[in-house]
Structures are given as structure tokens and as C-alpha cells.
């Protein structure tokens, strides 16, 4: 069993920065896609942003791409998203996932078998 646990949600006020965490554990270190996907009340679970378990290979949402870096520490098991330029926009409950397979450019929650339990992200206007 894979658990995945996502940290570094909060309040901020737009224009500002968050930092997520999403730390790996469990059976078997991921080694495929991992990723983040958000979603705000009353809306599909959307993607963010992804990469392949080397960090070699990244893709984002056109709604945030330039203003977030998704990125990864092996050593650690760990997944980092850094959110800077936060727009009211951006909020919504953001959820780590990932999956074993190697799937460049994986933007659909069915692709990815685990999921955290997300964090929430407030932006104020």
C-alpha cells in the first residue's frame, strides 16, 4: 500500500507564495508519475501539474504554467509544488496523486491509482 500525505496548505493573500509537500510512503517507492490536481467546491478535480518520478520530464496546466514549479526530491520521497503569483483562482483543495506507470503527460485523474488526502488553499482577493 502506497500513502501519500500533503502538507503546506493555508491563507494567503493574492500575489503571495505556497509551498506544498507531498511525502511518499508505504510498500514500494514510487518510480512513475507523480503529480498534483486541485479542486475548488462545486467543480471537477482538476490537473495542475505532473512529472516523471526522475524529475526529467514536466507538464502543467496552461492556467498556471509560469507562476508554479512542480518538483521533486528522491531522496526524501517527497513532491513539492511551489505556487507563486496566487490568484483567488487558485483556490481549491489540492491533491497529490500518483501511479507506477511512466506516463508522460498524464493529465486525467483515472490515470493516476493513489491519491492524498488533500490540503486546502484559501487565496484572498
Known amino acids: 500500500q502506497v500513502q501519500l500525505v500533503e502538507s503546506g496548505g493555508g491563507l494567503v493573500q493574492a500575489g503571495g507564495s505556497l509551498r506544498l509537500s507531498c511525502a511518499a510512503s508505504g510498500r514500494t517507492v514510487i518510480r512513475g508519475t507523480l503529480g498534483w490536481f486541485r479542486q475548488a467546491p462545486g467543480k471537477e478535480r482538476d490537473f495542475v501539474a505532473a512529472l516523471s518520478y526522475s524529475g526529467s520530464r514536466t507538464w502543467y496546466a496552461d492556467s498556471v504554467k509560469g507562476r508554479f514549479t512542480i518538483s521533486v526530491d528522491n531522496t526524501k520521497n517527497t513532491l513539492s509544488l511551489q505556487m507563486n503569483s496566487l490568484v483567488p483562482e487558485d483556490a481549491a483543495v489540492y491533491y497529490c496523486?500518483?501511479?507506477?506507470?511512466?506516463?508522460?503527460?498524464?493529465?486525467?485523474?483515472?490515470?493516476?491509482?493513489?491519491w492524498g488526502q488533500g490540503t486546502q488553499v484559501t487565496v484572498s482577493s
Open positions: 496523486a500518483a501511479t507506477e506507470l511512466w506516463i508522460v503527460g498524464a493529465i486525467g485523474a483515472t490515470e493516476y491509482a493513489y
